[in-house]
């Protein structure tokens, strides 16, 4: 934690990591949404108003607001959704109302136990160092795994109910 915030309450503590994190947030999509707009005006532009840019954005602003809101649990990935977001010009209003809760549960985790682990972690020496990555890999080869799993699960059946649907006894005859 900031040696100035040491000793300070939680609420005054939240408090100012919640005003800098909801800055830092609101300045890479508007920064995301400024690199976007000059691009426009490049040969670029063509193709961001195109139909696939077009399907892109609508999906980010149907599906995106919850990854939005999960980004802040995350170190690193956050930044990208944020500026994601101002690249593909999510609409400001529902943007920040997804972002603000996100806010508010990184704060009340650096307020209290955030900067705690991350202090134990960078003091870990040798082998435990090495443990402690290792697993932190062996959760993400496992969520990755997961969701590769998951996804060619729903493509597999899609697949099946297409076939199925192609050689259906119910379909209208085809004419000669």
Not at 11 to 34: E, K, M, N, P, S
Not at 42 to 51: K, N
Not at 64 to 71: A, D, E
Not at 98 to 125: D, E, K, N, Q
Request: aromatic letters at 12%.
């Amino acid at each position: 934690m900031p040696s100035w915030l040491e000793g300070r309450g939680f609420a005054i503590t939240f408090g100012v990591l919640f005003g800098i994190v909801l800055l830092r947030a609101q300045a890479t999509y508007w920064a995301g949404r400024g690199a976007m707009t000059g691009a426009r005006h490049t040969r670029l532009g063509r193709r961001l108003d195109g139909p696939r840019m077009t399907r892109a954005v609508a999906a980010l602003n149907r599906w995106g607001l919850p990854v939005v809101t999960v980004s802040f649990l995350t170190v690193g990935f956050q930044t990208m959704v944020n500026a994601a977001a101002g690249l593909t010009r999510m609409r400001w209003g529902r943007y920040t109302a997804a972002m603000l809760p996100g806010c508010a549960a990184w704060s009340a985790i650096y307020a209290t136990a955030g900067f705690a682990a991350l202090t134990a972690w960078m003091r870990l020496h040798g082998a435990w160092k090495w443990a402690a990555f290792g697993a932190v890999l062996l959760v993400v080869a496992g969520g990755v795994a997961i969701a590769w799993h998951v996804r060619y699960v729903r493509r597999k059946r899609l697949i099946q109910g297409d076939a199925i649907g192609a050689i259906s006894p119910d379909a209208p005859a085809v004419p000669d």
